[in-house]
């Protein structure tokens, strides 16, 4: 038996516990992803499980599931312009490469 049940906060305190854990989420993981210096502070993985975890710890309402809807959008634009860089990137190696051999050639 856990001696430590899965208890979730209800009612009016869980709907603040969670609106400030999101709109503090909001704030960090949009500047988190920024690549203001170089790259992310605190990859998606870890922007991933903050989600989870408010998912789990909550009885979120709608307009709160929305927001965390959102986030992971977010998060999975990040990763998609990610791949995108870095098969931009991959290219231009394969070209420059490949103008390199025929240079020499």
Sequence with gaps: M???PDIK???AFSALLADQDLTH???VLRRSLACDLGGPLLPPSYWRERLA???RQSHL???QIQTVHR????IDA???AGRARDEELRREREQAAAAARAQSA
Excluded: N, V
Aim: aromatic letters at 10%.
């Design 2 to 4: 856990d001696p430590l």
């Design 9 to 11: 906060p209800q009612g």
């Design 25 to 27: 989420l909001e704030l």
């Design 53 to 55: 975890s408010i998912m």
């Design 61 to 63: 309402s709608h307009t």
């Design 71 to 74: 986030l992971y959008l977010h």
């Design 78 to 80: 990040f990763e998609a």
